[in-house]
């Protein structure tokens, strides 16, 4: 249903393969469920190929680079399709438009503005320039 294959926005992305209505449920994002200090330690690693950690809260983190699927690879966007709610340790992802078979998913990492800022290169007009969204409170 869903393949990761290179991306325009990174070196990969995560495609679907099927059509979503708007508001539908696509997926889990899966992994290791690790503490905050652990997902520290792991995003500053040099020997790691990419950070796919995903914040539950302050203190639990799922990390995708360890028995992880297909969603690990998806991408930022400043106008995503995509969006997700966490609920009971789990981090459902779900479409926000329709989306056509062959599409990329993406979803707003949403970064906190006071961490180092990453440019973003989402390429859709709504582009804000960094992945960090500095409109957050
Ligand atoms: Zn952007």
């Known amino acids: 249903m869903l393949e990761a294959r290179q991306s325009s926005i990174d070196r990969f992305g995560c495609f679907t393969k099927v059509a979503f209505e708007p508001d539908a449920y696509i997926a889990d994002y899966e992994g290791a469920l690790i503490s ?3 997902a520290v ?3 500053s690693d040099p020997d790691r190929e990419g950070v796919y950690t995903f914040w539950l ?3 639990r983190v799922i990390d995708g ?3 992880g699927n297909v969603l690990r690879f998806l991408n930022h966007s400043c106008a995503p399709n995509c969006t997700y709610e966490i609920t009971g340790g789990r981090i459902l992802i779900y479409s926000i438009s329709a989306i056509a078979p ?3 998913l993406t979803i707003d990492y949403d970064y906190d503005p006071d961490t180092v800022l990453e440019p973003c290169l989402c390429g859709t007009e709504q582009c804000r320039g ?3 969204n500095l409109e957050r409170e």
Do not use: L, Q, V
């Open 130 to 132: 960094f992945i960090n």
């Open 36 to 38: 905050s200090e652990e």
């Open 41 to 43: 330690r792991r995003e």
């Open 102 to 104: 062959g599409e990329e």
């Open 65 to 67: 680079y360890e028995n």
């Open 57 to 59: 809260d302050d203190e």
